[in-house]
Structures are given as structure tokens and as C-alpha cells.
């Protein structure tokens, strides 16, 4: 190891490779917080030149590397293993070309999502991915787990927005993949390898993304309905007289609902009286009084028809920041619960309801006193379960038992957040033994030596 510590000195200067106790915390776990380990070493390239220089290097040493973007992530995919380097994409960062006509933007990849989010906004112009990470979370990580968020529905997960990029291969290649155009059938279309492979293929350098124009107005409304049936209508109902203006859809269950206002003194309901599920609605309108009056519009025929229980709309941008502060309450919410196993899953629409409550009684026959909270971006098939009895020995049980019931619905293990390290072991209940032997062929190909975030998807 110190022969090559002594090789990256000379392609790094000081502040760039750091080791031992000189290694900041931040860096030994992502933010799952699970099985955090110091990395040996630690190197942040400032080009895609010094990363393939560092990677030419591991490899020839068969040196382990994991690679870390704004550590955000869920499934302890960026934590380092034992004997590994990590590389941080941290100071390869900056926005390199905003094309106002083409409506592309084009940056590196440790560049943090809502840097890019306000450059765009700068130009008129929107970046249509967005979670509550924005702030620290990198596109180069965003890519690297496919990220999904709160505009899905409208937009498609990150895979959707993304053109082209360039990436490092775990030899050192350089692949510059930067296409700027809308269609290019010349070839594989080889950044697909890189979009949500967790950095088991390659090490996304740079992008370029596909922005959108910036809507006029946002319309946002929180609903109650009484039962899951009433949900599935009324997303039907705003899909049919909203079209792609319905740009949020999130169900919160009232088991998570009245606690986020338990917990979090400062929010408060803008409805009265108590219901089953609750939902926020985001529509988006070229024209603000237009879509004022279509959005009120549709929401009154849905309270006419019964579907609707009751719904108050937004009059302000701070009414509706109110309104998503209750659904991205569970930030806070994570740091007062104690041990919880948080789970991202998806199943078809029609079935999240009779899942939800499969769920919650066997989970409650088996473990007394769990507390089940549940909400999710139903509009893209994806729910969010937090589950916890306040016992760290149940964490790892319950999330267990989640994972069964997922692969006996024939769902997903991970709608969002990847399977990083946490979820590796159930992949087989979502992906067949003939998806997963190409997924090893692949990695084979590109990573002979398997040196690059090795045991992350897979083992
Ligand atoms: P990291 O956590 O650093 O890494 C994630 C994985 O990608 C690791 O395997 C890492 O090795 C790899 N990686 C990182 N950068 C690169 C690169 N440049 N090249 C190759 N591999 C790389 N996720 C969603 O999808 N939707 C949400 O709505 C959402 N909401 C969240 C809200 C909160 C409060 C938090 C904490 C997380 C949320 N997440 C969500 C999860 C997380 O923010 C995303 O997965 C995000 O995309 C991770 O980006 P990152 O830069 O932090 O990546």
C-alpha cells in the first residue's frame, strides 16, 4: 500500500489524498448511518484526467476503491469496506455550459443538485428532479442511483433527464459518452450502463442533462380521502383532466400524518377533523389564472363526486411550503425515533393498499408496540415504510420480514434508494437468477478485477 500512497502523492497535492485519523467522520458512512469504517485513504480528484490517473493506479495494485458523492444516500452503497480507498467526487465541481435553445445543462458530477437547480432557475429554466437531499446530495450520485424524487410522475426518474455523460472506467479509460442531442440511435446507448449501477461500472465524471421551461404557476392542494379505492380515483380523475401538469402526487397514511405533527411542534394541519390518508397535489400551469381556475375546478368535481373528503388549496408560496413541510417532515422525524427500519418499495398502484395493510397487521401481530408510518409518491407506485418498536435488535428483523412480504406482492425492494450494501442480500426476490448472472457478466467486462464499490448491488 505505500508504494502506491506514494505513486497518488504525485498525481494528488496534499489536501486532495488525506489518511488515517486525518479522515473526517463524514467520510466513514453515508447517511444510513449503517456499519460506519474508516476508509485507509482518502483522495478527491479535481479532474476526470487525476481520477483516471488514480484508477489506472488501483487497478495495476488491485487496490479496492469506493466512491463517494454527497454521502446522502440510503443503502450503504458510499460506506467504505474494510481495506478500501474512497474517492470522493467532492471537488470536481462546477456547471460548465447552460444551452438555453437546446435546453441543456452541462456539469460535473460532484456538483451539488440544487446548485444546479438555481442555475437553471437563473435562466428561466427548470431542472425537473428534486428531493430533500438537494442540498447535499451530488449528480454524479443522483446518476449513479438513478434518483427518483417528487416530480416523477411528470418527468421520469434521472435516467429520464440525462443525455449523455463521461464516466471512468475501473482501468482508468476515459468514456466520453457527452451527447447533447435528443435522438442518437448511433450505437449502444452506453450511458445506460452507468444510470443506477450504484458505481459498479464506472465513475460518472460529467453530464449533461435535459432542463425543461420553468412553469409559470404552481398549484398545490392538500386533500383528504377516506379510503385507498378513493385515492386510486382520484389519481385516475387528475390524470385525465390535469395531463402532465400533475407534477405531485404524495399519500401520507395518518399513522404518518398525526405523527409528524406530533413530533414537529411547528406544522400544524390546514384541515380539520381527522381522515385516513391525506395527499398533496402539485399541478403546474402556464398560465396562473387559467390554472388556478382548472385546478380548483377539478378538485371541486372530485368533492361533488364524493371522492374527496375535504381539500384546502395553497393561497400563497408559503401556504404550500407549509404543506410540503408536513410530507418532508420525516428529516426530523428520523432523528427522534430511534432505531427505525426505513424501507423505499414500489408495487402497482392497485395494490399499495391492501399491501399497506397486509403490512401493518402482520407486522403488529408479531412485534408488540411497533409503530408503522407510511407515505410515498403513490403517483410513481413508490411508498416509504419507517417501522420501529425502539429496540435496535428488531431493526434488522423487521426489515427482514418487509423484504419477504415485498417479494410475495412481486414488488420491488428499492423503488428510489438503490440496493447499495443493506439490500444486496434480497435482490433475488426482485430480479430473476437470468437478470442478475447479466448484471455479473457486465460487471465482469467492465471491472475484471471487481475493484470499483465491489459487494454493492451484489456479491
Ligand atoms: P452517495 O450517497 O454519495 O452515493 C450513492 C451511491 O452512488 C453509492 O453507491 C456511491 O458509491 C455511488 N456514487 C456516488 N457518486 C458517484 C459517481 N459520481 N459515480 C459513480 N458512483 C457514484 N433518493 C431518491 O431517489 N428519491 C428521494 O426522494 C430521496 N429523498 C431523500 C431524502 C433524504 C432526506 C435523504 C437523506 C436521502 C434521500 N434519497 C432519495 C437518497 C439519496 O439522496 C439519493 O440516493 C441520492 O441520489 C444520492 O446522491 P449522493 O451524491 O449523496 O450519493
Avoid at 476508509?39 to 483516471?52: A, C, G, I, M
Avoid at 454527497?70 to 470536481?92: D, K, Y
Avoid at 421551461?213 to 386533500?223: E, F, G, Q
Avoid at 378538485?299 to 401556504?319: F, M, N, P
Wanted: aromatic share 6%.
Amino acid at each position: 500500500m505505500s508504494n502506491l500512497i506514494d505513486k497518488l502523492s504525485a498525481i494528488l497535492d496534499r489536501p486532495s489524498l488525506s489518511l488515517g485519523e486525518d479522515i473526517s467522520e463524514k467520510y466513514h458512512a453515508d447517511w444510513s448511518g449503517a456499519d460506519p469504517c474508516a476508509p485507509s485513504v482518502l483522495l478527491k480528484p479535481k479532474t476526470t484526467d487525476q481520477l483516471s490517473e488514480i484508477m489506472a493506479l488501483c487497478f495495476q495494485y488491485d487496490q479496492p476503491v469506493v466512491i463517494q458523492g454527497g454521502l446522502t444516500g440510503l443503502a450503504g452503497g458510499a460506506t467504505p469496506l474494510v481495506g478500501e480507498l474512497a474517492i470522493s467526487l467532492e471537488r470536481m465541481r462546477g456547471i460548465e455550459a447552460i444551452d438555453p435553445s437546446g435546453m441543456t445543462l452541462t456539469a460535473l458530477a460532484g456538483t451539488p443538485l440544487q446548485v444546479l437547480q438555481d442555475a437553471a432557475d437563473d435562466h428561466n429554466l427548470s431542472l425537473p428532479l428534486d428531493l430533500g437531499a438537494r442540498g447535499s446530495c451530488q449528480i454524479g450520485g443522483n446518476v449513479s442511483t438513478n434518483a427518483g424524487g417528487t416530480e416523477v410522475i411528470r418527468y421520469g426518474m434521472t435516467r429520464a433527464l440525462v443525455l449523455g455523460l463521461e464516466a471512468v472506467l475501473a482501468d482508468g479509460t476515459q468514456i466520453n459518452a457527452m451527447n447533447t442531442l435528443v435522438k442518437n440511435n448511433s450505437g449502444y446507448d452506453l450511458k445506460h450502463l452507468f444510470i443506477g449501477s450504484e458505481g459498479t461500472l464506472g465513475i460518472v465524471t460529467r453530464v449533461v442533462l435535459q432542463l425543461q421551461p420553468k412553469a409559470r404557476s404552481t398549484h398545490t392542494a392538500l386533500c383528504a380521502v377516506a379510503d385507498y379505492s378513493s385515492v386510486i380515483k382520484l389519481l385516475v380523475q387528475l390524470k385525465r383532466s390535469l395531463g402532465p401538469g400533475l407534477t405531485g402526487f404524495e399519500l401520507m397514511w395518518d399513522n404518518y400524518y398525526e405523527k409528524v405533527l406530533e413530533v414537529i411542534p411547528a406544522l400544524s394541519s390546514p384541515l380539520e377533523g381527522q381522515f385516513p390518508f391525506y395527499l398533496l397535489v402539485e399541478y403546474l400551469d402556464n398560465d396562473q389564472q387559467l390554472g388556478a381556475d382548472r385546478f380548483e375546478a377539478v378538485l371541486y368535481k372530485q368533492l361533488e363526486l364524493g371522492v374527496l373528503q375535504d381539500a384546502v388549496i395553497a393561497k400563497s408560496y408559503q401556504d404550500a411550503e407549509k404543506f410540503w413541510q408536513i410530507r418532508d417532515g420525516i428529516g426530523e422525524l428520523f432523528q427522534v425515533l430511534g432505531p427505525v427500519s426505513n424501507q423505499d418499495v414500489s408495487l402497482p398502484v392497485a395494490d399499495i393498499g391492501l399491501f399497506a395493510t397486509d403490512l401493518e397487521r402482520r407486522l403488529k401481530a408479531k412485534y408488540p408496540g411497533i409503530s408503522v408510518l407510511l407515505f410515498g409518491h403513490i403517483g410513481d407506485n413508490n411508498m416509504h415504510i419507517c417501522a420501529y418498536t425502539g429496540r435496535e435488535e428488531d431493526k434488522t428483523k423487521i426489515s427482514h420480514d418487509i423484504m419477504q412480504l415485498i417479494g410475495e406482492y412481486s414488488g420491488a425492494i428499492t423503488a428510489e434508494h438503490g440496493v447499495g450494501v443493506l439490500k444486496r442480500d434480497y435482490l433475488p426476490l426482485s430480479r430473476s437468477a437470468a437478470e442478475i448472472a447479466l448484471m455479473k457478466t457486465l460487471k465482469v467486462a467492465m471491472d475484471p478485477k471487481a475493484i470499483l464499490n465491489r459487494g454493492r448491488v451484489f456479491e
